[in-house]
């Protein structure tokens, strides 16, 4: 086969394994096809790699660029694996930032070695014709927000994992730098597009070294970005996070002038994107909001609540059983609180008690409960929790009227009527679950502590609710066996 | 990079993001974190750029970026599709798809702590 044959085979191919990744995505719209959809994409993905792999076979190459090849790819991938098998659920957040990040970090280097090499040819500094412009422009887009995500990511992962503060961190004169930062780097970037296009001509070192402010720019904006966001704002910056990297993966397709990179970033940006909304609208706040940071007093706050009005009820362990045991249908609000106790299996053993004594349970899901969109799902599913009993915020709201009990483990703001109610709250508008309109409530909790948004709860102050002091983990298990021994 | 290039990648582009729009929204929040990691993966694909590179490489820096480019997006595509196939598996892993609303037949204490 002559060497146009092998081109159009792996334009075939790419557009095959474009395919793959689209069906991939489709099936992904029910849990059922979801595990076949991830296998398609991986399939749509090993079959564009060997393409790719035929393509760069067919021009050549030196041993030494296979040996990078294969080594890089064995490397990567065995770390890769390593870090899959083992991680915890509860780490996916992190996981995913790290994934984000390396994806980003591998946009960016991508355009990096392609200017390299231009500016080597000299084709960037004498002024190249046509429309280099163009390609010097993507190659800038690539390179930055490709190492915004890096660092971005990095900070957001080192958070996740408790390794820096997950409260606000504002440093000294933060605001100024990342304005700094934004001016700089966008003002390299047009000299260096003007060079790009011709307009203007600069030696190759100065190009180099306008390229690596530029990058400097984009990996400080990067960390400072990131930063002064708090622990509970993370499913946004994930989210956000993965549309820059998308964009940059589609950056990086125009660079190199391959279709599949486009389509690929283009993919992975509108579910960033997509996310990102929700996640902000679930939340009630504007993403410039939640951008610009420093909300909220962070978690671990533990002022001790003051202007709740009225007084606040103390269930046992033996009431709150009783309570669940004779009812005929319970809602259980699980939060971050859960996770952070590892009670998931402990909730899922309680529900499979009541589900025996015939009570009909399921698990009310808020947008942001968790730290990234759907991590509580996953981590129910993991205690082995069927998904249907997971439900989302607008389909079970409606049914709170109608639930004898509302068992809510370490949820705090997302239940708070305050954002229904309460014009000069904080969180007000933020759309919640109408835990208050249950028949009654318990809420588990280690004591009276505020939420991450660092305001009082009025639904502990509400008659219909019992507190039930005691960390989720232990109180669930103490819960499991007064039920038992009913 | 000519105009219609320029032109073609910028349709397919735009109609991708389109299509991406369409098929990501049906998506329930209950998969939110598989199709995050999902789609982290896909975007691994620049690992493919990115052995057309390594391929190309000719001096001590290219080789260097292009070396952890390969090792970037190798960890990326392989660890995201392992890591997602991982969690997509216990929603499937369900004792009864159909939930638990009459729950009767459950064994009541059966948490298997993993």
């Known amino acids: 086969m002559d060497s146009t044959n092998i081109g159009y085979l792996v334009q075939l191919a790419f557009i095959v394994g474009a395919a793959l990744f689209v069906l991939g995505l489709h099936l992904m719209n029910s849990p059922a096809t979801a595990r076949s959809g991830n296998r398609l994409s991986a399939t749509g993905m090993v079959i564009a790699v060997l393409a790719e792999v035929l393509l760069v076979a067919e021009n050549g190459v030196q041993p030494i660029n296979w040996v990078i090849i294969v080594v890089g790819l064995v490397v990567g991938g065995g770390v890769g694996l390593r870090l899959a098998r083992t991680v915890a659920m509860t780490s996916m957040p992190q996981l995913v930032s790290l994934f984000n990040a390396v994806g980003g970090g591998a946009a960016a280097l991508l355009a990096l070695n392609d200017f390299v090499a231009l500016n080597g ?47 606000p961190i504002l440093i000294p004169g933060g605001r100024i730098i990342t304005w700094a930062t934004i001016v700089v780097g966008l003002s390299v970037s047009i000299v260096l597009i003007l060079a790009g296009a011709g307009a203007v001509t600069y030696d190759s070192g100065v190009l180099s070294i306008l390229l690596a402010i530029g990058l400097a720019c984009a990996l400080i904006f990067g960390i400072t970005m990131v930063l002064p966001i708090g622990g509970a704002d993370m ?14 993966v589609s950056m990086a397709g125009f660079v190199v002038g391959n279709v599949m990179l486009v389509v690929a970033g283009a993919l992975v940006g509108a579910s960033g994107a997509i996310l990102t909304r929700l996640m902000a609208n679930a939340m009630n706040r504007s993403i410039a909001n939640i951008i ?3 909300f909220g007093a962070g978690e671990g706050s533990q002022t001790e609540l003051s202007g709740v009005g009225g007084t606040v009820r103390e269930v046992s362990v033996d009431d709150a059983a009783i309570q669940l045991a004779y009812a005929s249908k319970v809602i259980i609000v699980p939060g971050y609180g859960l996770a952070v106790a590892q009670a998931q299996h402990g909730v899922r053993e309680l529900a499979s008690l009541l589900e025996a004594r015939g009570i009909e349970v399921s698990y009310a899901i808020h947008p942001v409960a968790g730290r990234m969109p759907g991590h509580m799902n996953v981590l129910l599913a993991e205690a082995n929790v069927p998904y249907p009993q997971l439900r989302e915020m607008e389909e079970v709201n409606p049914e709170f009227e109608r639930t004898d009990v509302a068992l809510v483990v370490g949820a705090n703001d997302v239940t708070n009527p305050s954002a229904r109610a309460d014009r000069s709250s904080p969180i007000y508008g933020m759309p919640i679950l109408d835990v208050d309109r249950a028949k009654s409530i318990i809420v588990v909790k280690r004591s009276m502590g505020r939420g991450y948004a660092g305001i009082d ?9 019992g507190m039930f002091f005691a960390d ?10 007064a039920v038992k021994a009913l | ?108 204490a059966g948490t298997p702590e993993r």
């Open chain 1, 472 to 481: 989720a983990k232990k109180g669930l298990q103490d819960l499991v066996t």
């Open chain 1, 121 to 167: 040819q000299r084709v960037l500094a004498g002024g190249a014709p046509g429309l280099d412009g163009w390609r010097t422009f993507f190659i800038l887009a690539d390179v930055l927000i490709g190492s915004i995500t890096f660092t971005g990511s990095l900070i957001a992962s080192a958070k996740l994992m408790g390794l820096i503060r997950g409260r």
């Open chain 1, 292 to 294: 610009v940071g420093g």
């Open chain 2, 1 to 108: 990079m000519n105009v219609s290039t320029l032109l073609d990648s910028l349709t397919v582009f735009v109609l991708a993001i389109l299509l991406g729009f369409e098929v990501i929204s049906r998506v329930p929040a209950t998969l939110h974190t598989p199709l995050m990691s999902g789609t982290n993966s896909i975007h691994g694909i620049v690992r493919g750029g990115a052995i057309g590179l390594a391929a190309t490489a000719d001096n001590g820096l290219a080789y260097v970026l292009a070396f952890v480019a390969m090792v970037f997006a190798g960890a990326n595509v392989v660890g995201g599709y392992w890591v997602t196939d991982r969690m997509l598996q216990m929603f499937r892993r369900r004792p009864v798809p159909g939930g638990g609303k009459t729950g009767a037949e459950k064994p009541a």
């Open chain 1, 457 to 465: 709860n009025p639904l502990y102050a509400n008659p219909k609710t």
């Open chain 1, 235 to 248: 499913p946004v910056v994930i989210s956000l996070l993965n549309a820059f990297t998308g964009t940059a």
